[in-house]
């Protein structure tokens, strides 16, 4: 079986720098009979930072890069000469990645936008050399600081698309064909349940040069936000759309129940999702004569509503009109403004992850165990200066 290119699930171990130890060097040199300390600070611990990438829509890149280590910082020196900083290590993510704790499940972060930088682990500080630790009644201080300890930490990184429009629609509702009608993009289509097996992003171009992004999420059945059917797995990709786009096709025996039956998988899923802004697409309308579509238009739900067909071009125009309007409109920038601050992210239920990663292949047991954190630390040390020998 060909392995997906779309990944919204990842765990990662991750571990910052340990700092680097102060020196306790006493410098003894032929013509400096009272030379003193002179032991240098040693070098923070690399941290590890998260950034918003745009040019990345899943977190594929990441399936292959399991253990991220920062740079440890270098030990301080002779001649108050401090150590080398440990290097940074940053985790580029795709826009929507939320962040949480492999072990107890606990939310640690979001990344919502391009170049957003987030610190993640914090490497451990430098200690001070002897040198720092001189007094008038402590000239000769044989001591100095340790480093700080590096930290670790695993990591499990989920994927939620960021689009204006999410389609969202039972299996064979035509939500691959439209978005192939209105972008560039060509998601698989064909006649069975279940053909889409993976989101799909498109751009679809507007008038004047302008454009809005559409998602096409993998069909919703009555019973996904209880693990029925494809599951909870792609519900959460609808989370981050501005606004949700239904499509039910035209021959279906009651569109108001269809339409209702979606609305509540969402509303279970997550409540907040009917605070967003809906509109309703009755699709392969190619098939349906004017009088059958004025029947019909009088029992649909009290939402913006449009017939179309993907095929044919039928409203095709008219709906694109319509979702600029809606996307534009007051109350839909107001939802997206407010969004930040309605949102409470909640710890994840560590069984549901874990089953999720297992069955993406995800969920091997990775950690990283670093020989050189332990070591004794000599009390100080006593080097002679050669440069100043003659």
């Given at each position: 079986m060909a392995e997906s290119n779309f990944v919204d699930y990842v765990k990662i171990y991750c571990r910052s720098g340990k700092g680097g130890r102060g020196s306790a060097h006493m410098r003894r040199a032929k013509y400096v009979p009272n030379g003193g300390p002179d032991g240098g600070n040693g070098g923070r611990g690399g941290n590890i930072y998260l950034r918003g990438n745009r040019h990345y829509w899943t977190l594929l890149h990441l399936r292959y890069e399991r253990h991220i280590l920062a740079g440890h910082g270098q030990n301080g020196s002779k001649s108050r000469s401090s150590g080398k900083d440990g290097e940074d290590k940053y985790i580029?993510?795709?826009?929507?990645?939320?962040?949480?704790?492999?072990?107890?499940?606990?939310?640690?972060?979001?990344?919502?936008?391009?170049?957003?930088?987030?610190?993640?682990?914090?490497?451990?500080?430098?200690?001070?050399?002897?040198?720092?630790?001189?007094?008038?009644t402590n000239q000769a201080p044989r001591y100095a600081q340790p480093g700080e300890p590096m930290q670790e930490l695993t990591v499990i990184m989920e994927l939620k698309l960021l689009a204006d429009v999410g389609l969202v629609g039972f299996p064979n509702a035509g939500k691959s064909t439209l978005l192939s009608a209105v972008s560039s993009a060509r998601p698989k289509i064909a006649n069975y349940p279940f053909t889409t097996l993976e989101p799909s992003l498109g751009i679809v171009s507007y008038r004047d040069g302008q454009s809005f992004v559409m998602a096409d999420i993998p069909g919703i059945i009555e019973g996904a936000s209880e693990g029925k059917g494809l599951g909870l797995r792609f519900l959460r990709h609808i989370e981050r759309n501005s606004l949700l786009l239904f499509m039910v096709p035209g021959d279906t025996d009651d569109i108001r129940r269809e339409y209702e039956i979606l609305l509540k998988e969402l509303a279970t899923f997550n409540p907040e999702m009917l605070d967003k802004q809906r509109v309703l697409a009755i699709t392969k309308s190619d098939l349906l004569d004017e009088e059958l579509i004025r029947m019909l238009s009088e029992?649909?739900?009290?939402?913006?509503?449009?017939?179309?067909?993907?095929?044919?071009?039928?409203?095709?125009?008219?709906l694109k009109d319509l979702l600029w309007k809606e996307l534009n409109s007051e109350s839909n920038k107001l939802q997206a403004i407010t969004a930040q601050v309605r949102i409470v992210h909640q710890n994840k239920n560590l069984n549901f992850l874990q089953d999720e990663l297992k069955a993406m292949g995800e969920d091997e047991d990775i950690q990283y165990i670093d020989e050189d954190q332990i070591e004794d630390l000599d009390d100080f040390e006593y080097e002679d200066d050669e440069d100043d020998e003659s």
């Open positions: 580029d993510v795709s826009c929507g990645t939320v962040v949480y704790n492999a072990e107890t499940g606990e939310y640690i972060c979001d990344v919502t936008e391009d170049g957003q930088v987030v610190l993640l682990l914090k490497g451990g500080r430098g200690g001070l050399g002897n040198w720092n630790f001189r007094t008038a029992n649909l739900p009290e939402v913006p509503h449009v017939f179309i067909s993907s095929v044919s071009g039928m409203g095709i125009d008219s």
